[in-house]
């Protein structure tokens, strides 16, 4: 004992050679500090109306998604049932290029035009006859609800007639640019070379407005999910069988043996049948809503 306390012992000194690994009160940094996690970003703000509006007069693209695509806030939305649509889309796009590469081949570019042609005009064929099914499908299931379900599939179904509206106001621009009829020619030399220049950028923006809608309005079924999300597995069923009834009565793809061209008849229907039903059987276990629940019955 002495006259004074019993010290600690003094801390050596730190960083200098020698000194084992991890030795010290702080713990060992690699040279430079070593890799940082990254900082997350910060969420992007989102869009203002005056910059959603400017983006979908440079953006045709955008301007679909935004026209043709269900919004609804409270719309329920299965991942799984998406994924298998995709899939469906995909395979029905290959199956259609095999039976065309094997039964109309294309030799030359004049061949490869043809054949993007007849898928163009089948898609927009499958588009026109949707909108003629859509309006009597929509107003069968309002006029089947109950009380206030009636006004309010009323209600919801503005959206879905305004892109029916979109899609037919952006495919009438083509007429009047390149049709040959007195009454678009005279209009075409009243607005002049100003006017065409403004005419044909409105083209533009039409085409890819237009095939990405289409696109669209066949993925989503003109957005009928802001009404109820048991109307577009019901609509996509009654589009399937009515195009295959047409292919019957035009007598499409007549130079396919008859085997072939029973399945490739019967596929799409039988398919999108089994995969509406399938979706239908989803929502009714895992979200609680069929049919008979939307029309309050």
Same mark, same amino acid.
């Given at each position: 004992m002495g006259p004074y306390p019993p010290q600690p012992a003094p801390v050596p000194p730190q960083g200098f050679p020698g000194?084992?690994?991890?030795?010290?009160? $702080?713990? *060992?940094?690699?040279?430079?500090?070593?890799?940082?996690? @990254?900082?997350?970003?910060?969420?992007?703000?989102? !869009?203002?109306?005056?910059?959603?509006?400017?983006?979908?007069? $440079?953006? *045709?693209?955008?301007?679909?998604?935004?026209?043709?695509? @269900?919004?609804?806030?409270?719309?329920?939305?299965? !991942?799984t049932v998406r994924k298998i649509q995709m899939w469906r889309t995909g395979l029905g796009a290959a199956a259609w290029l095999v039976l065309v590469m094997s039964y109309k081949p294309v030799d030359t570019a004049k061949g490869a035009d043809a054949v993007a042609s007849d898928k163009f005009d089948q898609s927009w064929t499958s588009t026109l006859?949707?909108?003629?099914?859509?309006?009597?499908?929509?107003?069968?299931f309002a006029f089947a609800a109950q009380g206030a379900l009636r006004r309010l599939y009323l209600r919801r179904s503005l959206k879905p007639f305004g892109a029916v509206a979109a899609l037919m106001g952006s495919m009438a621009t083509f007429?009047?640019?390149?049709?040959?009829?007195?009454?678009?020619?005279g209009f075409r030399d009243a607005i002049g070379i100003p006017g065409m220049v403004v005419l044909i950028?409105?083209?533009?923006?039409?085409?890819?407005?237009?095939?990405?809608?289409?696109?669209?309005?066949?993925?989503?079924?003109?957005?009928t999910a802001d009404i109820h999300e048991v109307l577009p597995p019901v609509l996509a069923t009654v589009l399937a069988w009515v195009m295959a009834a047409l292919d019957v009565i035009n007598n499409a793809n007549a130079e396919v043996p008859v085997l072939a061209r029973i399945v490739f008849l019967l596929g799409a229907p039988v398919s999108v049948t089994v995969l509406s039903c399938w979706e239908l059987y989803r929502l009714r276990k895992y979200h609680n809503l069929s049919v008979r629940l939307a029309l309050g019955r």
């Open positions: 000194h084992p690994q991890g030795w010290g009160p $702080y713990p *060992p940094q690699p040279h430079g500090g070593g890799p940082q996690h @990254p900082f997350p970003r910060p969420p992007r703000p989102p !869009l203002t109306r005056g910059q959603r509006i400017l983006k979908c007069v $440079y953006n *045709p693209f955008y301007a679909a998604q935004r026209a043709f695509r @269900p919004s609804r806030p409270d719309a329920v939305e299965d !991942l006859f949707l909108v003629c099914a859509f309006p009597f499908v929509i107003a069968l007429p009047l640019a390149v049709a040959p009829d007195p009454a678009t020619t950028a409105l083209c533009t923006w039409s085409l890819g407005f237009a095939l990405y809608g289409i696109a669209l309005c066949l993925n989503h079924v003109f957005r």
